[in-house]
């Protein structure tokens, strides 16, 4: 079971990234799936979570309205479009998976990880 996040990279503030994560060795379309990240220094957080169907998600407040979590269960992947990119956006995000349906903020309630992807904002 792999989660593999792409993507990331080096981007002016105001600037879009769109991240990937490619899920393999068994199926995910009934699994959550969720982003987190990390900056330096500090704890993991919660970012944006997606429901099985793709009908339901949920954002962390710090994020609404710049970021949108979507997927495609026939290619297995979740996405993070990143738009309005602030400095303090930069962090290693991780995808993650979660085999209820249900999206959820809390990273304990995640059964699978990736490796995570860095992202930098410049200012």
């Known amino acids: 079971v792999q989660l593999q996040a792409s993507g990331g990279g080096l981007v002016q503030a105001g600037g879009s990234l769109r991240l990937s994560c490619a899920a393999s060795?068994?199926?995910?379309?009934?699994?959550?799936m969720g982003w987190f990240r990390q900056a330096p220094g500090k704890e993991r957080e919660f970012v944006a979570s997606?429901?099985?169907?793709?009908?339901?998600?949920y954002y962390a407040d710090s994020v609404k309205g710049r970021f949108t979590i979507s997927r495609d269960n026939a290619k297995n992947t979740v996405y993070l479009q990143m738009n309005s990119l602030k400095s303090e956006d930069t962090a290693v995000y991780y995808c993650?998976?979660?085999?209820?349906?249900?999206?959820?903020?809390?990273?304990?309630?995640?059964?699978?990880w990736g490796q995570g992807t860095q992202v930098t904002v410049s200012s």
């Open positions: 993650a998976a979660r085999r209820s349906g249900v999206i959820d903020g809390d990273q304990r309630r995640y059964d699978y």
């Open positions: 060795g068994r199926t995910f379309s009934n699994d959550a």
């Open positions: 997606i429901g099985w169907s793709g009908r339901s998600t």
